[in-house]
């Protein structure tokens, strides 16, 4: 290779690289757990659904609902559920694409229900959620 071919090279190279568009990192577990319990707190239904994809798949209760306009129709309704009492939340357990927490949530004049959730990542969303509590049976979440 010659000086100028050389330098006419990698300066292509260069600017190919410094003008290719730059793609964002796949979220890790945690940074998708982080803005969904952000999304939760400030009951954003659309952010909140952000982190879910078309195929994903949430089971409460034994009710499946599959997609993000499902997915959303379920929190719009438990957003309403635990929008009066009380919501307790244990340290999560993060194990690589895994989220698993245990919950108590204590509705007004109510006695406290508990409750649990697991989560599977993948490629940065919730691929599948399950959701399990006795508090669905007299606050249920309708399809």
Not at 48 to 76: E, M, P, W
Not at 92 to 109: M, S
Request: charged share 15%; no cysteine.
């Amino acid at each position: 290779m010659t000086a100028s071919f050389k330098t006419i090279f990698f300066s292509v190279l260069a600017a190919l690289t410094l003008s290719a568009p730059a793609r964002a990192a796949t979220p890790s577990t945690q940074e998708v757990w982080q803005h969904h319990i952000k999304a939760w707190d400030a009951k954003d239904v659309a952010a909140i659904t952000s982190d879910y994809t078309d195929s994903s798949v949430l089971i409460l209760n034994n009710q499946v609902f599959r997609g993000k306009a499902a997915i959303a129709h379920v929190f719009s309704q438990l957003f309403q559920i635990f929008g009066t009492g009380q919501n307790q939340l244990d340290q999560p357990v993060i194990d690589g694409r895994i989220i698993y927490l245990n919950w108590r949530y204590t509705p007004k004049n109510e006695n406290a229900f508990f409750g649990s959730d697991t989560f599977v990542v993948e490629k940065g969303k919730i691929q599948i959620q399950t959701i399990a509590s006795e508090l669905y049976v007299s606050h249920p979440v309708k399809p």
